[in-house]
């Protein structure tokens, strides 16, 4: 369920605020529920945190192409 998912995550950052991972994964919940705006912020804030954290501009690229 992407919605619990999504919950969970915020749930999870709220306790890790620096865990790109959490925000990737989050991001990935919130595009699977058609909210593309959400979607750019948590992977532009997880690509802020961690650069070299694989995928991140990939996700980012199917965005903008």
Known sequence: NPDAA???LTEA???APEHAGLYLWRGDYELSRNRTAAARADWERALA???SFPGIE???NTLTN
């Open 13 to 15: 950052l709220e306790v």
């Open 49 to 51: 945190l961690s650069p």
């Open 6 to 8: 999504v919950a969970r």
């Open 58 to 60: 990939d996700r980012l």
